[in-house]
């Protein structure tokens, strides 16, 4: 089965870290661009890290808001996407995705497959 | 970096209905625009990638529809599982930036 699954959340002190693994079944993570997405309570989705594949263009990219802190990553031997996370903010606290780029090869952009989340908690 | 204004927040609506969220971006951005799904406790699922483009098994009762800075998603009559949140996000250039949402009720 194609699937994606994400774990390592769980309670976090502010200044704290704290490591996401995305276990990838079913596929080669090497060969697809992947995400990190997140999502605070009762908030919208907001995008935080792209690591692209190794036929595409673009560079690894953050946004603003955990640039400098959170790094991205992949294992190919385990077939896992990561997420180093630094410097852990209040305002980090969210459920975090991981999320297979719709293409194979050359990024679209838009992603087509996502675990179930993992739950962080900063407090 | 660009934004996405997407409207309205709520929608209230009835099986059956016909219903159209709006999403602006406040840059040119082609049609470099996906729509998403959400439902409270499951991962997003994208419904809609190139402004109109369906993704493979999502119902014919989705489209997608883009006029310059401004995209629309429409449900035709809305069935019970579509009650959910739904966002786009622009991936014309990095930030990827998503919609605030739309909650349909």
């Known amino acids: 089965e194609v699937q994606l699954v994400e774990s390592g959340g769980g309670l976090v002190q502010p200044g704290g870290s704290l490591r996401l693994s995305c276990v990838a079944s079913g596929f080669s993570i090497s060969a697809y661009s992947m995400n990190w997405v997140r999502q605070a309570p009762g908030k919208g989705l907001e995008w935080i890290s792209f690591?692209?594949?190794?036929?595409?263009?673009?560079?690894?990219s953050y946004a603003d808001s955990v640039k400098g802190r959170f790094t991205i990553s992949r294992d190919d031997a385990t077939n896992s996407l990561f997420l180093q996370m630094d410097s852990l903010r209040v305002d980090d606290t969210a459920v975090y995705y991981c999320?297979?780029?719709?293409?194979?090869?050359?990024?679209?952009?838009?992603?087509?497959?996502w675990g179930q989340g993992t739950l962080v908690t900063v407090s | 970096d660009i934004q996405m204004t997407q409207s309205p927040s709520t929608l209230s609506a009835f099986i059956g209905d016909t219903v159209t969220i709006t999403c602006r971006a406040s840059?040119?951005?082609?049609?470099?625009l996906a729509w998403y799904q959400k439902k409270p406790g499951k991962a997003p699922k994208l419904l809609i990638y190139s402004a109109s483009i369906l993704q493979t098994g999502v119902p014919s009762r989705f489209s997608g529809s883009r006029s310059g800075t401004e995209f629309n998603i429409t449900i035709t009559s809305l069935q019970p599982d579509d009650f959910a949140a739904y966002y786009c996000?622009?991936?014309?250039?990095?930030?990827?930036?998503f919609g605030g949402g739309t909650t349909v009720e």
């Open positions: 840059q040119n951005i082609n049609i470099w």
């Open positions: 690591l692209p594949s190794p036929g595409t263009v673009s560079p690894i």
């Open positions: 999320a297979r780029d719709r293409c194979p090869r050359v990024a679209c952009y838009n992603n087509g497959l």
């Open positions: 996000q622009q991936y014309d250039i990095f930030p990827l930036v």
